[in-house]
C-alpha cells in the first residue's frame, strides 16, 4: 500500500499522532519502536530487524534485562527524589509522571512484573518507606545522600549549641537577679486576702468636715488657736436703701434688682496678715501603690523569654504520648468527645490515636483533636510556646480566663511557676509515658 503524501491531512494525522503517548502494550523495548495498535505490533514482531534484536538479546538476556532495570531504577528515583523529596506520595503519582517521557524505559523490559513488585523491592532495600494502605502503596524517599547527612547532622549540632548557649545564660540571668536583690532589696507590699471572723462587724469611719469660716492656726506649745472673723455689713453701706424698679420709656423693659450683698469688714484682711505664723502645709506623701521601674536584668529575662516564646511558638501542637479527645462527629458516637493517647506521629499535623475506652486506633488530624485538662497535681506537657516539650505538674486552673498555672518539672528551670498558660498550650500525659 502507498504512503500518502507529505502535506496530506492522512499524512499530518500519522505525525500528530506519533508524537504523543501510545498504548505501553505495544512499544518494543529491544527495538525502541511505538506502535499504533495491535496489528501493527503483530507485523512490527514478524519483522527481520526485530527478528535479529531478539537473537542478540538470546546471547545475553542478563545483561540486557539488568540493564533496562536499572536504568529504570535511576529514572524513577531521580524523579522522587526531585519531585517529592522526602514527602509521603501514591506510587501511582510518581509513576504516571515517570511515563510522560516518550523515551522512558518500559517495565514490561524490567525485572519486575508490576509496579507493586517494583514497590515492595524499594522497601526490601531501604530505598523508600512503603506503606500499603486501601487506597495503594505509598512510598518515602530516604535521602542517603553523604553530603545530605553531613548537613543534618551540622545542624543538630548547631541546635544543640544554640540549646547550651540559652541554658547557659538563662543560668546566667538566675544568678544576677539573685545578686541584685541581695545587694538592693526591695520592700515590696505584701497582699494577702480578707480574713474576717463570723462574729466581728466591720465598720468604717469618715472624717469630719472642717468649718468654712475658720482659720487653723499651727500648734505652738502644744496648744492650738482659731481665728475667727465675723462677716457682717458695713454701717455706712447699710444706710443705703436697694434700688427700686425704675419704669424704661420702651414698654415691657423691666430694670432687675440688685443683689443684696453684704460686704466684708474692711480690717478683716489686715488682721489675717498681721497674724505671725502662718498655716503649715503638709507635703503629699508619696503613694507606695507606684508601679516600681523595672530593673536592667528583668528587662532582659523578659525580652529572653518573649524569645523563647517567638521561637517555639507553632502552628502544630500534636506530640506522642499526650491523651487527646476527638471532636469530629462524623465519625460516630463511637469515637465523639472520647479520649485517646497519641502513640505515634505520621507527620506534623497527623497522630495514630489509640482509644482508651475500646483500643481503636485511628490516624487523624489535629484539627479533629482537643487537649486534655487534667485534675490539680496531675503530670502534663506543655505542647506550645516557650517551654515546649517540657513536663510540668498542674497547680491551678482558672475557668474564667480559660488559663491554668503550672510548675516545671525538669530541666534547669525546674520548679519555676508559669502562670497564664492557654488550655490549648497544655494537655494531660499518659501515665504509661
Sequence with gaps: MP?????????????????????LRWYCQVCQKQCRDQNGFKCHMTSESHQRQLLLVAENPGRYIGGYSEEFLRDFMDLLKRGHGTGRVHCNVVYNEYIQNKEHVHMNATRWLSLTGFVKFLGRTGMCEVEPTPKGWFIKYIDRDPETIKRQAAMERKKQMDLDDEERLQKFI????????????????MYTELQKDDDVKITFSLPKKKECGSIQEPEANGTKSEVKEEF??????????PPSIVECKQEGFVRPKAPNIKPMEKNVFNKIASLDTKPVVKPKEKDDSRKRKISALEEIKMMEEMRKEKRNRRDNWVTKGIVVKVMNKKLGEKFYKKKGVVEDLEDKYTGIVRMLDNGAKLKIDQAHLETVIPAIGRMVLIVNGAYRGTK???????????????KLAEGLTMDRVLEGIAYEDISKLHSNT
Design 232 to 241: 457682717e455689713m458695713d454701717p455706712e453701706l447699710s444706710a443705703i436703701p
Design 392 to 406: 510540668a505538674t498542674l497547680e491551678l486552673i482558672n475557668t474564667d480566663t480559660f488559663c491554668v498555672t503550672v
Design 3 to 23: 504512503k500518502h503524501e507529505f502535506l496530506s491531512p492522512k499524512a499530518i494525522a500519522n505525525r500528530i499522532k506519533t508524537k504523543g503517548l501510545q498504548k
Design 174 to 189: 538566675e544568678k544576677q537577679i539573685e545578686r541584685a536583690n541581695e545587694e538592693y532589696p526591695t520592700d515590696e507590699p
